[in-house]
């Protein structure tokens, strides 16, 4: 963003949100973070003495929950709103009725509160889970339609619907589909492929995998950020009602190819291949990011192989101490 701004961020003390939260505050601009700190709050304390940083505890299903956190500060130019329950085993531990609140009716609220407040821009997090199975094996596009595979890909979708009946409201809905997500932030996560792949190898040396021919769409979450920094500064009109596949084709990777990067790092690891359909978020697919490239300009600066290294260091130097810790993944958390 070239002019100083005041964004609110919810789940902002989560994977994306803390470092998002660093970026901005980085660049100079405003932040105030809400979050519920479902997960702990460890990944906020370094921004705490930062003069442009502000921390709200509250769960955003709370009918005033930004009004409340906005009270008495300067206008919010922006909302970046992460909060949610991520992940098909995260819905499937909380249920339908929890999965639901917290994904579409709270996106509701806190899109009313915003436009209420006079917010210029929403940025919405959703998921390329939505697209479920490639029927024909061609990349899926931002207009190929939805097959969700799992109770989180149905409330994204739904959250999506709502926002994009909102385009002409005052406030502008961006919606953002993540390919998954990998890499090192203030809070980590261990329940995604490229980084639990990583862990299984160095503390177990060997990887089991279900599913080896599916492919899948990979993102460091590094780019991420850069990505949504690139939505916060386009001009409104260009990114209002838009929805963006944010990735890279780079990305588009197999298990097989993985599995071959960690290996290349971790050359001991004994790797078992098991036949076996499960329930769940069931994804074989390879996604395109021309429109996101071509309208924001977004590029991705990091490949996976640049993630392994950064995970496999992480455990090896110590940085994190104890990457089995419920905190690092999200259902686990939410059951304990």
Not at 52 to 66: S, W
Not at 223 to 236: E, W
């Amino acid at each position: 963003m070239n002019e100083t701004r005041h964004v609110l961020i919810t789940g902002g003390a989560g994977y994306i949100g803390s470092l998002l939260a660093s970026e901005l505050l980085r660049l100079g601009h405003r932040v105030t973070v809400l979050d519920a700190l479902l997960f702990g709050g460890e990944s906020l304390v370094p921004f705490l003495s930062h003069p442009n940083f502000r921390f709200v505890k509250a769960d955003v299903t709370g009918p005033r929950a930004l009004r409340d956190a906005l009270r008495g500060q300067p206008a919010a130019d922006a909302v970046v709103h992460l909060a949610a329950i991520v992940g098909f085993p995260a819905c499937q531990a909380l249920g339908r009725q929890a999965a639901w609140r917290y994904n579409v009716e709270a996106t509701q609220r806190v899109f009313e509160q915003a436009a209420g407040l006079g917010v210029e821009r929403f940025v919405f997090s959703s998921t390329y889970s939505n697209y479920g199975l490639s029927p024909d094996g061609a990349p899926v596009t931002e207009e190929s339609p939805l097959n969700p595979q799992s109770l989180y890909a149905e409330t994204k979708i739904a959250a999506e619907e709502y926002l994009l009946s909102q385009q002409d409201a005052s406030c502008a809905p961006l919606i953002f589909r993540f390919a998954t997500l990998y890499g090192i932030s203030p809070r980590t996560r261990f329940d995604l492929i490229v980084n639990q792949f990583v862990l299984e190898a160095y503390t177990k040396r060997a990887l089991i995998i279900y599913q080896r021919g599916y492919s899948r769409s990979f993102v460091h979450v590094r780019d991420v950020v850069h990505g949504i920094m690139l939505g916060l500064d386009a001009p409104v009109e260009t990114v209002r009602g838009q929805v963006y596949n944010l990735g890279t084709n780079a990305g588009n990777l197999s298990k097989d190819e993985i599995v071959g990067l960690v290996l290349k790092r971790l050359p001991e690891t004994v790797v078992t291949y098991k036949d076996l359909t499960f329930g769940g978020d069931m994804r074989d697919i390879t996604v395109s990011f021309e429109k996101v490239r071509e309208a924001l300009g977004f590029e991705a600066s990091l490949s996976v192989d640049d993630g392994v290294r950064e995970v496999l260091y992480a455990l090896q130097s110590g940085l994190i101490r104890n990457p089995q810790d419920g905190r690092y993944r999200n259902a686990r958390f939410i059951v304990q």
